[in-house]
């Protein structure tokens, strides 16, 4: 425990300082050697991100953003999402929920408490401006990405769907109508690791159409092992393809449709138990002693995760005169995970399970965009339509002592509208005033229907309906509608044209919904008011965010500095708790939040060929309303009614991230760049009850490589070291203490090394 405070000491006061800042946003793909190269010419106007849905440089945007291009991606030896976990100020991204394919993502302390697809994500995935709906399969590959925004704070103006934590807008490289480009490289790394990347872009008309071609496929073995039957899991099998066309038949109309396809083979994904798990076959906390990648699991065939997701989209902008673009996104998805989970990690059947998913979505956007010299504004319409259905089974036999099953079947769909508009004014050549307001509905309808199967009487046959086995009037009730305003206003001035200042105010929502793990009313009875009441929904989370900021470029373009400090008042925020009685599992709109914080970020460029990164997060989070009407002996963040006793969870007090880079020429040779990162996630609770098992003490990851590239920048090989200090860590947590006293761990990655050649032309 002294250490950690020691080291946390440490860091806040060196990152105080002028040469431990955050990473800024990347570029473009603009001819420069690094990011951070790039970054250097901001004063050019070359570092250019799409946060406020129009191409802007970053110096110009009042906005909490940090971005990532591919240098940057390769850099940090990131092949997947997860590969940017504390790369930005307040950014906690990991696998996620027991799945290969699920990202859970938390920005600001703010993500989803519950991994069902009932509960909607507090930070929104989008790709080319497509809203991913759902957390399964969203552990993109990033193999043909032309940048990565990640954006901070309530998106509840501009963005397709509202979210109260933030947003990550991945960009695909578009192809280019003029000129032949390829890319491509071979990776090789530990546990038999292979990662083959493919991307081809060629004109079909020159100046009027091209078509790119992308691939991905990353095959790797199993990291744990079941010291019972000598089985690997937590492997990686996927194979990701994209095809883009990019037509533009006038020099004011431009055509792009797009198509991909996700495909992934895994065996299990398992966790690792840390707590005595109750039933007739007990297992201790941590079975296998100190965490060494083993696990056991009760399946005992072929079990493992499959996932197909595809889509397709089509983005049409059109230039109706010199200051008016109309831009449409149409787009349709289909997910569908087929996954087995032993969410206990151990032999014993208590609460292992098996999740099939069907889901599709057809999302409509239009804006209108407005350019001129002192006025520019974004205005649209958005619309989305999800179907989702889930069939699923629970195994536990070793709970209660004879065979028992649960099948569930439920459906769910969303309707979402929302109309938007954002609009920037500058009263002189400093000073701008912009101001949105977005205005959304969403009606969402749930049908489940749970029932059980035994060789033991009591136990067979147990049937709940929802909502047909609830008392009138109750008993229709299965659809609820939602709506919120949610406006924002931002005063910013610029003292030079490298320089900005900024204070925002924004407002936030999360739709409510539908407790998608009731199996009876138990789960849908709360005490209110000291009085058990029937609650058939949880209400919408809301959230206001004030900010202040500051951005500069200096010194040439040498150096970068971008810091902000804020506070978020939520209401109503949305929890999914552990119930006292077994297999319960209430959801809360436990009430209020209130969370503050600091985020500085920069680059800082010594000389040519010597880059020095750094960013800094901080939170202070704290439940300042906790409305959990448990009692002992349920596990309660209130016990005695009135004291709070739990903290917000997956929000680490203090995220860093220190990297540098320096770069040896070799003349006609080519050149050598040595580089590495440390990042640095601070204790954090990995469940909203805070169980003293589920908890991350805090962790250092550090990564190293060399890279040799040629003269001409064509051809290159690198070298790496992720977590070169094999430190172990924990990522996530599942927590069913209701159901035999579940609670497991995940586990980040150990020491893994790769080598990787490539070409880029």
Same mark, same amino acid.
């Given at each position: 425990?002294? @250490?950690?405070?020691?080291?946390?000491?440490?860091?806040?006061?060196?990152?105080?300082?002028?040469?431990?800042?955050?990473?800024?946003?990347?570029?473009?793909?603009?001819?420069?050697?690094?990011?951070?190269?790039?970054?250097?010419? =901001?004063?050019?106007?070359?570092?250019?991100?799409?946060?406020?849905?129009?191409?802007?440089?970053?110096?110009?945007?009042?906005?909490?953003?940090?971005?990532?291009?591919?240098?940057?991606?390769?850099?940090?030896?990131?092949?997947?999402?997860?590969?940017?976990?504390?790369?930005?100020?307040?950014?906690?991204?990991?696998?996620?929920?027991?799945?290969?394919?699920?990202?859970?993502?938390?920005?600001?302390?703010?993500?989803?408490?519950?991994?069902?697809?009932?509960?909607?994500?507090?930070?929104?995935?989008?790709?080319?401006?497509?809203?991913?709906?759902?957390?399964?399969?969203?552990?993109?590959?990033?193999?043909?990405?032309?940048?990565?925004? +990640?954006?901070?704070?309530?998106?509840?103006?501009?963005?397709?769907?509202?979210?109260?934590?933030?947003?990550?807008?991945?960009?695909?490289?578009?192809?280019?109508?003029?000129?032949?480009?390829?890319?491509?490289?071979?990776?090789?790394?530990?546990?038999?690791?292979?990662?083959?990347?493919?991307?081809?872009?060629?004109?079909?008309?020159?100046?009027? =159409?091209?078509?790119?071609?992308?691939?991905?496929?990353?095959?790797?073995?199993?990291?744990?092992?079941?010291?019972?039957?000598?089985?690997?899991?937590?492997?990686?099998?996927?194979?990701?393809?994209?095809?883009?066309?990019?037509?533009?038949?006038?020099?004011?109309?431009?055509?792009?449709?797009?198509?991909?396809?996700?495909?992934?083979?895994?065996?299990?994904?398992?966790?690792?138990?840390?707590?005595?798990?109750?039933?007739?076959?007990?297992?201790?906390?941590?079975?296998?002693?100190?965490?060494?990648? @083993?696990?056991?699991?009760?399946?005992?065939?072929?079990?493992?995760?499959?996932?197909?997701?595809?889509?397709?989209?089509?983005?049409?902008?059109?230039?109706? &005169?010199?200051?008016?673009?109309?831009?449409?996104?149409?787009?349709?998805?289909?997910?569908?995970?087929?996954?087995?989970?032993?969410?206990?990690?151990?032999?014993?059947?208590?609460?292992?399970?098996?999740?099939?998913?069907?889901?599709?979505?057809?999302?409509?956007?239009?804006?209108?965009?407005?350019?001129?010299?002192?006025?520019?504004?974004?205005?649209?319409?958005?619309?989305?339509?999800?179907?989702?259905?889930?069939?699923?089974?629970?195994?536990?036999?070793?709970?209660?002592?004879?065979?028992? &099953?649960?099948?569930?079947?439920?459906?769910?769909?969303?309707?979402?509208?929302?109309?938007?508009?954002?609009?920037?004014?500058?009263?002189?050549?400093?000073?701008?005033?912009?101001?949105?307001?977005?205005?959304?509905?969403? @009606?969402?309808?749930?049908?489940?229907?749970?029932?059980?199967?035994?060789?033991?009487?009591?136990?067979?046959?147990?049937?709940?309906?929802?909502?047909?086995?609830?008392?009138?009037?109750? $008993?229709?009730?299965?659809?609820?509608?939602?709506?919120?305003?949610?406006?924002?206003?931002?005063?910013?001035?610029?003292?030079?044209?490298?320089?900005?200042?900024?204070?925002?105010?924004?407002?936030?929502? @999360?739709?409510?919904?539908?407790?998608?793990?009731? $199996?009876?009313?138990?789960?849908?009875?709360? +005490?209110?008011?000291?009085?058990?009441?029937?609650?058939? $929904?949880?209400?919408?989370?809301?959230?206001?965010?004030?900010?202040?900021?500051?951005?500069?470029?200096?010194?040439?373009?040498?150096?970068?500095?971008?810091?902000?400090?804020?506070?978020?008042?939520?209401?109503?925020?949305?929890?999914?708790?552990?119930?006292?009685?077994?297999?319960?599992?209430?959801?809360?709109?436990?009430?209020?939040?209130?969370?503050?914080?600091?985020?500085?970020?920069?680059?800082?460029?010594?000389?040519?060929?010597?880059?020095?990164?750094?960013?800094?997060?901080?939170?202070?989070?704290?439940?300042?309303?906790?409305?959990?009407?448990?009692?002992?002996?349920?596990?309660?963040?209130?016990?005695?009614?009135?004291?709070?006793?739990?903290?917000?969870?997956?929000?680490?007090?203090?995220?860093?991230?220190?990297?540098?880079?320096?770069?040896?020429?070799?003349?006609?040779?080519?050149?050598?760049?040595?580089?590495?990162?440390?990042?640095?996630?601070?204790?954090?609770?990995?469940?909203?009850?805070?169980?003293?098992?589920?908890?991350?003490?805090?962790?250092?990851?550090?990564?190293?490589?060399?890279?040799?590239?040629?003269?001409?920048?064509?051809?290159?090989?690198?070298?790496?070291?992720?977590?070169?200090?094999?430190?172990?860590?924990?990522?996530?947590?599942?927590?069913?203490?209701?159901?035999?006293?579940?609670?497991?761990?995940?586990?980040?990655?150990?020491?893994?090394?790769? +080598?990787? +050649?490539?070409?880029?032309?």
């Amino acid at each position: 425990m002294r @250490k950690m405070l020691c080291a946390r000491a440490l860091l806040l006061a060196g990152c105080a300082g002028a040469a431990t800042f955050a990473a800024p946003a990347a570029a473009q793909d603009n001819g420069a050697d690094t990011a951070a190269e790039a970054a250097a010419d =901001a004063s050019d106007g070359e570092i250019l991100v799409t946060a406020r849905r129009r191409e802007e440089r970053l110096i110009d945007v009042p906005v909490a953003v940090t971005a990532f291009d591919q240098a940057d991606l390769q850099r940090i030896q990131a092949v997947d999402l997860s590969g940017l976990q504390a790369a930005a100020p307040n950014l906690n991204l990991v696998q996620g929920r027991g799945s290969a394919a699920s990202a859970n993502i938390f920005i600001r302390g703010l993500g989803q408490p519950d991994a069902l697809q009932t509960f909607d994500p507090a930070v929104g995935i989008y790709v080319d401006g497509v809203y991913l709906s759902r957390i399964q399969g969203a552990l993109l590959g990033l193999f043909d990405v032309e940048r990565i925004e +990640v954006l901070r704070g309530p998106q509840g103006t501009l963005y397709g769907k509202n979210t109260t934590g933030g947003a990550l807008s991945i960009v695909s490289r578009k192809p280019d109508l003029d000129t032949l480009k390829a890319a491509g490289s071979a990776l090789y790394g530990s546990y038999d690791q292979i990662v083959l990347n493919g991307y081809i872009s060629a004109p079909l008309v020159t100046d009027k =159409a091209a078509l790119s071609l992308a691939g991905q496929y990353d095959k790797r073995d199993g990291l744990v092992t079941d010291p019972r039957t000598g089985r690997k899991y937590n492997d990686r099998d996927s194979l990701t393809l994209r095809g883009i066309l990019r037509v533009q038949p006038t020099e004011r109309l431009e055509l792009i449709a797009s198509g991909d396809y996700n495909r992934q083979r895994n065996a299990l994904t398992l966790g690792y138990a840390t707590a005595n798990l109750g039933g007739t076959l007990p297992i201790p906390a941590q079975p296998y002693g100190r965490y060494d990648y @083993k696990a056991s699991t009760s399946f005992t065939g072929d079990e493992g995760q499959r996932l197909d997701h595809w889509g397709v989209n089509l983005t049409a902008n059109l230039e109706l &005169t010199d200051a008016i673009t109309l831009t449409s996104i149409t787009a349709w998805r289909k997910l569908e995970p087929d996954l087995f989970i032993d969410i206990d990690a151990t032999q014993a059947e208590l609460g292992d399970v098996f999740v099939g998913i069907d889901q599709r979505q057809f999302s409509q956007e239009v804006q209108l965009k407005w350019d001129t010299d002192n006025f520019r504004g974004v205005f649209g319409l958005f619309y989305l339509n999800e179907n989702i259905r889930s069939h699923q089974e629970a195994y536990a036999d070793n709970l209660f002592g004879v065979s028992f &099953t649960r099948l569930i079947d439920d459906e769910q769909n969303t309707k979402s509208y929302a109309a938007f508009g954002q609009a920037t004014y500058d009263f002189t050549e400093q000073l701008s005033l912009t101001a949105g307001l977005r205005y959304t509905k969403e @009606k969402r309808q749930y049908d489940r229907i749970t029932t059980t199967v035994s060789n033991f009487a009591g136990l067979n046959g147990l049937t709940f309906r929802f909502p047909g086995s609830l008392p009138a009037p109750f $008993n229709l009730d299965n659809s609820a509608t939602f709506d919120a305003w949610t406006p924002s206003v931002t005063l910013s001035f610029k003292p030079s044209d490298d320089s900005q200042i900024y204070a925002s105010a924004s407002r936030g929502f @999360k739709a409510g919904g539908f407790n998608g793990r009731a $199996n009876s009313v138990n789960d849908l009875t709360l +005490v209110v008011n000291g009085a058990p009441q029937l609650v058939t $929904n949880f209400d919408p989370e809301t959230v206001w965010t004030y900010e202040t900021g500051a951005k500069a470029s200096f010194l040439d373009g040498r150096v970068y500095l971008a810091a902000n400090v804020f506070y978020s008042d939520f209401k109503d925020f949305q929890a999914r708790v552990g119930g006292g009685a077994v297999g319960v599992f209430p959801v809360l709109n436990a009430g209020k939040m209130s969370i503050w914080g600091a985020e500085i970020e920069a680059v800082v460029k010594p000389t040519k060929a010597w880059t020095l990164r750094s960013s800094l997060g901080y939170l202070d989070a704290q439940y300042e309303e906790f409305n959990d009407g448990r009692r002992p002996p349920a596990f309660s963040c209130n016990p005695t009614g009135t004291r709070i006793t739990c903290e917000p969870a997956f929000a680490p007090p203090l995220t860093v991230n220190l990297a540098t880079d320096y770069r040896i020429d070799l003349g006609d040779t080519g050149s050598i760049t040595l580089g590495g990162d440390a990042r640095f996630v601070d204790k954090h609770f990995l469940s909203v009850d805070n169980r003293p098992g589920l908890v991350e003490d805090g962790y250092w990851l550090v990564n190293a490589f060399v890279r040799y590239d040629d003269a001409d920048r064509r051809f290159y090989v690198q070298g790496g070291v992720k977590n070169l200090t094999d430190e172990l860590y924990k990522t996530d947590g599942q927590e069913f203490s209701s159901v035999g006293n579940i609670q497991t761990v995940y586990f980040g990655d150990p020491r893994t090394w790769n +080598v990787m +050649v490539g070409f880029n032309f």
